[in-house]
């Protein structure tokens, strides 16, 4: 782990008792919720309305495992 992923973790830390990454004090307990699955519907109906087009294929459809990996990545880098 680089030294801004530690850092990112070590700022969560004692947040909570027991987990790391957390929303309002509770552990995230699904990543791919419906609240995940309907911001990623109304992105694609965003991306239509600004652009005039249908969303590519992968922006529409882009995983939570996906941005993980991005996200992992980037910080890495």
Sequence with gaps: MNEV????????RGIH????FTHPGKKIGCMNSTTWQNARKQAAEKYQDRFGK????????V???DLKHTFGLRLRA
């Design 63 to 65: 995983r939570i495992h």
């Design 17 to 20: 008792p027991e987990y790391v």
């Design 54 to 61: 249908e969303a590519p294929w992968a922006f529409a459809r």
């Design 5 to 12: 992923a530690r850092s990112v973790i070590d700022a969560r």
